[in-house]
């Protein structure tokens, strides 16, 4: 089990003076207490868009846990979308055995040779491409381009943000953490 970060983010009325400053202050705590993953780059690194969305894929309806080792497994074998593309069906589905829903794992093989035919092997940046794409959903869509952000700001280049949704959950979180925590006493 993963330790929790005892150091909260400075929710304070002084220290969300702008929403720039807010901002910065929760991705500087987000920096030093996350969790490594091997799909997250580290700090100031750039996404690969092939591991971001296979990550994507691999946990719908699927924990952390379970997923991390047939990331590294798949990536091993496949690091590439291309390399995922060329790869027989069968070799897919064999790898993908113990996660379920076989479906994700043959969309996932259509997907990457649709990537591969029609956009050279890299992954659309815009919102509506990824939509046209075999087996990427609303999450998974959002999830992709919100991750392969590239500005400064954590502002991905195209489609909607997923601020707002963002931003509910956040909002959200102290309240359900201090009812937690108190049912649990």
């Not at 580290?42 to 924990?63: A, C, F, H, K, N």
């Not at 790869?87 to 259509?110: E, I, P, S």
């Amino acid at each position: 089990m993963i330790p929790a970060a005892t150091e909260q983010p400075d929710m304070s009325t002084n220290a969300m003076t702008s929403p720039a400053r807010l901002r910065r202050r929760l991705l500087s705590w987000y920096d030093r207490h996350r969790r490594a993953l091997p799909w997250r780059t580290p700090p100031g690194g750039t996404p690969d868009p092939y591991r971001v969305w296979l990550s994507e894929i691999m946990l719908q309806q699927t924990t952390v846990a379970t997923v991390t080792p047939y990331f590294r497994d798949f990536v091993t074998r496949w690091p590439t979308m291309g390399d995922l593309a060329n790869a027989d069906l069968d070799q897919v589905l064999h790898a993908w055995q113990g996660l379920g829903y076989y479906a994700r794992a043959r969309n996932l093989h259509k997907c990457a040779q649709a990537v591969v035919r029609d956009f050279g092997g890299r992954l659309p940046d815009s919102e509506r491409e990824l939509r046209g794409l075999p087996g990427i959903g609303d999450l998974d869509r959002h999830g992709t381009i919100y991750q392969r952000r590239d500005t400064k700001d954590g502002i991905p280049r195209t489609g909607p943000h997923p601020a707002p949704r963002r931003r509910r959950r956040v909002r959200a979180k102290p309240c359900y953490f201090s009812r937690s925590r108190s049912l649990s006493a």
